[in-house]
Structures are given as C-alpha cells and as structure tokens.
C-alpha cells in the first residue's frame, strides 16, 4: 500500500488504505461491543490504529507529490 501511496497511481492505494481502515474500525468496533467481557479489551487497540490509519492517509492526501 505504501508503494501505491508513493508512485504515480496514487488511487488505488488511496482506495485500498480506506477500506483496510474501515474494516479495522468495524472490527475493532464489533470486538468492543462484543458480549463476551475477555474480548472486549481488545477493541480500544484496533479503533485506536485506525484511527491513526485515517490521520496518514489525510496526510498523504494533503501533500500531494509533485511530477
């Protein structure tokens, strides 16, 4: 995903970085919700990185490289 990020096809990894960060999030989210309480832990880690995900990818999206 980082190549795709960095080269001059930049949408498919901007395609493929937001679905890995949505589909972190609803995991993260369903762990977190989930009604068995040892799982439930687990969850804050995965919400936590995708929100971190979505922060780079808007950053990336921001500085746009130069051709």
């Known amino acids: 995903m980082a190549v795709l990020l960095t080269r001059h096809r930049r949408r498919p990894g901007l ?3 937001w679905l890995l960060t949505a589909a972190t999030f609803i995991c993260g989210a369903a762990i977190l919700l989930d009604s068995w309480s040892p799982r439930r832990p687990w969850g804050w ?3 936590a990185y ?3 995900m979505a922060g780079g990818l808007i950053v990336s999206r921001r500085r746009e490289p130069t051709a």
Request: aromatic share 0%; glycine share 12%.
């Open 50 to 52: 995708a929100l971190i």
């Open 15 to 17: 395609v493929a970085g």
């Open 45 to 47: 880690p995965l919400l």
